[in-house]
């Protein structure tokens, strides 16, 4: 949401009467600074600019200068804060007013600007305005008296979010001669109010101007007002440090009270002639005889002879006469003016007050017909002057204006309304309302174009626009089928320059061209004839098409043949090279194919036989194994046989020798056996080279097939 700002320096101005003046200036002079904040971001309020445009306005009838800032930032209310400061120097009373937002930090309080980004509690500091700091800037003025009025304390969002502020104000002791005023009690917070106003302000305007009462009186009829207004929800506070009276309107000795309220308010009160301030009002004159006058645009001038006695309120309740009123239409054309017998009226101010009697009413324009009202008015009389306004119709006539243009008139497609004039040929567009128009024509046809005109009323105007209109070609294009080549399209015309297309298959191809002759050519890029050309007429309005068969010269379809000849027999003949490279190529990997199917039957070979030698001399050592198994057995029986030590011994001398035998046939007989296993199975297998000598000869033979066939 954007946010709304405005900043209001009232200096110096005075609300005087004659009695009032004497008092005051025997007294004292009074500089006011007064905020009030309401458009803030996060949370928003209703009433404090409310509250601070009343007190301004209060204060400058109490003899007030009075400086007001509404919805500051904290550059505005800093930089005023300044300006008041130095100003108040020169001033014997000074005065604070702030209404809005505000919080206490560490026992500080802070007022809030409309602009404050307030992300974290220590923030508070920097981006709001201290209390203590303006209560500082109004004490080194050295001034009489200061008075700092706080209605402050709003409920709002920061509280929650920083457990660190505290809720609502806290109080500080008010420097010496000084009055703080704070709208509730400490660390509570004040109402924002239903009405125009908070509670304490509204209250605090009720009493403020209350003659001849000390300001400690009266804000104790403020506090009592509140609270019975809050239900004792809110309680004011003060702290003063006040060493003698101050009185916002003094007494007067030898005088008397005028307590002025007329059911209007706003209305403009003299005495004696001399202006007192606005209604409602409380205005304190000397005894006497006074002439109490009523003035304001509204009402009949009134005047009343009054006499007060000393000590004597007197209220003043006039019955005031309302003059007739006059209402205006809320809104109209801007070439429409109002007169009242003859003199014009500023149709902006949409009251106009008027004294009794009658009046004639005029409304007139350039292009509208003029109305005329005779009323007759008398006080408290309202007279609504909301005519019908009806204005003044003219007729269009387009001369020549071809049917395929569209029309808009103000953006509105007006070509349906057209009608034709058969007596001169135009096209007439009737009931337009009479005054400036757009028109715009546009269209397949035709280059858009506006053009502006103002319509005469209750005759024909006449319009001849310069149109540029066209024709249409459209070239339809059909290539022979199987060849695809570049080719160009030519439209040669007289006065234009020429228009090509290029394609490459069968297309169609569409123009806007001006009216004229055109000659049409098209040939294929690489074909020096033009393979078709016709003269053809473009007409506005209108489609020509153009059907073009395309077609190649015999010369260029003959060279094309001897050119794809030449082509198949470089072809052919790259084509035998190739093969012929190939047999070659099959051929030295058969032969050496062949050379290594030799190698590896040869190594084949050999393996077998060894393979075979090896077993056999396996088998025999097994065998002999066996046999010296045997003899050794026999050995060992007739050892353990034998009846003498020689015979045990020479029967273990025979074991002993068989053991070794058996041990060493064993052993070859298995390695033999092994080994000649081995050869065997781990022989060269030429299966697969056999295979590919195989494939080899098939495709030697194919190729060679191929050649001789001439393929």
């Known amino acids: 949401m954007k946010k709304k700002r405005a900043i209001f320096v009232l200096c110096f101005s005075f609300i005087l009467t004659a009695a009032v003046y004497q008092v005051y200036s025997q007294e004292e002079k009074r500089l006011a600074f007064v905020i009030g904040n309401s458009n803030y971001i996060s949370a928003p309020l209703r009433n404090p600019v409310n509250d601070a445009s009343s007190m301004a306005s209060k204060l400058e009838q109490l003899n007030f200068d009075v400086i007001t800032v509404l919805d500051g930032t904290y550059q505005d209310m800093l930089t005023t804060l300044d300006y008041f400061a130095e100003e108040l120097k020169h001033y014997d009373v000074g005065l604070f007013y702030y209404s809005g937002h505000g919080i206490q930090y560490q026992g500080v309080n802070y007022l809030i600007p409309v602009d404050s980004n307030i992300q974290r509690a220590s923030d508070v500091q920097f981006v709001t305005l201290n209390a203590d700091r303006v209560l500082a800037s109004m004490s080194n003025a050295g001034n009489k008296i200061n008075i700092m009025i706080l209605d402050a304390c709003r409920n709002n969002p920061f509280v929650t979010a920083f457990r660190s502020l505290d809720r609502g104000l806290s109080i500080v002791q008010a420097p010496v001669n000084s009055l703080i005023v704070y709208s509730t009690s400490p660390n509570e917070v004040a109402a924002d109010g239903d009405g125009d106003n908070s509670p304490f302000t509204e209250a605090l305007l009720e009493n403020i101007d209350n003659p001849g009462e000390d300001v400690r009186v009266m804000l104790a009829r403020v506090f009592q007002h509140v609270q019975q207004e809050t239900g004792g929800k809110q309680i004011p506070w003060e702290s003063s440090s006040l060493t003698e009276p101050f009185f916002f309107v003094p007494s007067i000795e030898g005088s008397g009270l005028l307590v002025i309220d007329p059911e209007l308010t706003g209305i403009h009160v003299l005495i004696d002639n001399q202006p007192v301030g606005i209604t409602p009002l409380k205005f304190q004159t000397n005894v006497g005889v006074h002439k109490v006058s009523f003035r304001d645009e509204r009402i009949e001038n009134f005047d009343v002879s009054l006499s007060v006695a000393d000590g004597q309120t007197i209220n003043v309740k006039p019955q005031l006469q309302m003059k007739p009123i006059i209402l205006l239409p809320e809104e109209l054309p801007k070439e429409v003016k109002i007169f009242i017998n003859e003199e014009p009226l500023d149709i902006n101010s949409k009251i106009v007050y008027v004294d009794p009697g009658e009046y004639v009413l005029n409304l007139k324009g350039t292009y509208i017909k003029p109305v005329t009202e005779r009323i007759n008015l008398d006080f408290g009389q309202q007279y609504d002057f909301n005519p019908q306004i009806t204005y003044e119709k003219g007729i269009l006539s387009f001369r020549q204006l071809p049917a395929y243009v569209d029309v808009f008139l103000d953006e509105e497609d007006v070509t349906e309304q057209l009608k034709n004039d058969d007596t001169n040929e135009s096209r007439l567009l009737q009931n337009v309302i ?107 309005g209108s489609v ?49 194919n062949k050379l290594k199917l030799q190698h590896l039957k040869k190594r084949r070979t050999s393996a077998t036989t060894w393979g075979i030698i090896f077993n056999l001399i396996g088998i025999a050592s097994t065998s002999a194994s066996v046999v010296f198994y045997i003899g050794t057995s026999n050995a060992i029986a007739a050892y353990n046989a034998s009846t003498t030590e020689t015979e045990a011994h020479a029967f273990a001398l025979q074991a002993k020798q068989y053991h070794g035998l058996f041990l060493t046939s064993s052993v070859v007989g298995v390695g033999t056996l092994l080994f000649g296993n081995i050869l065997l199975l781990t022989r060269p297998s030429i299966n697969e080279l056999q295979q590919s000598i195989d494939q080899l000869e098939t495709q030697i033979w194919l190729l060679n097939s191929l050649e001789k066939m001439g393929l």
């Open 544 to 592: 020509k098409t153009i059907r073009i068969p395309l077609q190649y010269s015999m010369q260029y379809l003959t060279n094309q043949l001897q050119s794809l000849r030449d082509e198949t027999s470089t072809k052919l003949k790259e084509i035998q090279e190739h093969r012929a490279l190939q047999i070659m190529q099959l051929r030295m990997k058969h032969d050496s």
């Open 434 to 540: 009479a005054g400036p128009h757009t028109l715009y024509f546009s269209g397949h046809f035709v280059e858009s174009k506006r053009v502006s005109t103002i319509v005469n009323p209750n005759v024909i105007t006449k319009i001849e626009p310069e149109l540029k209109l066209f024709g249409e070609v459209d070239i339809q294009v059909k290539t022979p089928p199987g060849i695809k080549t570049d080719y160009r399209i030519e439209l040669i015309g007289s006065d234009s320059p020429p228009i090509s297309f290029s394609g490459r298959d069968s297309d169609s191809y569409t123009t806007l061209l001006d009216p004229g002759n055109y000659i049409v050519n098209a040939r294929f890029l690489d074909d020096p004839e033009i393979g078709f050309e016709e003269d053809i007429e473009i007409v506005a």
